[in-house]
């Protein structure tokens, strides 16, 4: 099973980012590659919304650090992506990224209800949000972010920690063994 891991949060030990290494690292301990990508440390931009994945080239024609990552997408088998949420959505490391994944949709420019995903079926993507609030207030960002990775075919698995301390070394326990079991179940389904 090869596995990215896609590490939103500009904090190496931040809470999203230590669900994430939990789940891969049981996914390694049962055979995965992994390849990590930690965004705050990589040098990239954002959609520049210049259409050129839909006019001249079926990739984004930006070259830069993701270029790598979102070509590795189409081979991946599963795909985690985390970030914490800062006022009211993904932190904008994620969120830059996110959008160049518009690049994976082929557009019909002929007509706009034939949106598909340039991605083979069959992937997997682990979505993992972290943030302070009460659990519940950021559901509209789980909804969204789900919606648009299961345009791109994804089966979605999502983890939610919410209510948390702001120190990142907070207890997350069971945040762990969540993100351990579901890899253990991921593994398995190999």
Do not use: W
Request: net charge negative; with cysteine.
């Amino acid at each position: 099973m090869k596995i990215l891991n896609i590490i939103g949060s500009p904090r190496k030990n931040g809470t999203s980012s230590r669900i994430a290494n939990a789940f891969t690292e049981t996914a390694a301990a049962y055979g995965a590659s992994v390849s990590d990508y930690p965004l705050n440390t990589m040098q990239y931009r954002g959609c520049q919304g210049c259409e050129g994945c839909h006019t001249r080239s079926e990739r984004c024609v930006l070259l830069d650090d993701v270029t790598q990552l979102l070509e590795e997408m189409y081979s991946a088998d599963v795909v985690v992506f985390s970030s914490p949420i800062y006022f009211g959505d993904t932190c904008g490391q994620f969120k830059l990224f996110y959008d160049r994944m518009y690049s994976l949709i082929n557009t019909d420019q002929a007509n706009d209800a034939d949106n598909s995903s340039r991605l083979p079926p069959g992937k997997v993507a682990v979505l993992i949000l972290a943030h302070v609030e009460r659990a519940g207030v950021y559901n509209d960002v789980q909804e969204r972010y789900t919606d648009y990775l299961e345009i791109y075919g994804f089966e979605v698995h999502s983890i939610i920690a919410g209510g948390l301390p702001l120190q990142s070394n907070s207890d997350i326990d069971e945040h762990l063994e969540v993100a351990s079991q579901l890899a253990r179940e991921l593994s398995r389904a190999e």
